[in-house]
């Protein structure tokens, strides 16, 4: 009986079904100004994530580029006999 209602669980789990927008996104509302506010939000945080990801970047090159300057030998002097 337990394997019956785990298996009817996992296939409801997999009917599909439709998805709808909420009522702020979806319809006649898209051009509110709480939809244009939301919008404002999302590009705002996605600009501070690639922000913070562009500073890791960043940080990385420039710790390579210090070590390779590093791990150069330094220039001889050429020796006048």
Known sequence: MKTLRNGLMMAAAFVPVPLFACATCGG????????NGMNAGIFTLMGVIVTVLLGVVLFFVHI???EEAQSDPPP????NV
């Open 64 to 66: 390579v580029r210090k």
């Open 76 to 79: 001889r002097k050429p020796n």
């Open 28 to 35: 006649a509302h898209a051009d509110s100004p709480l939809a």
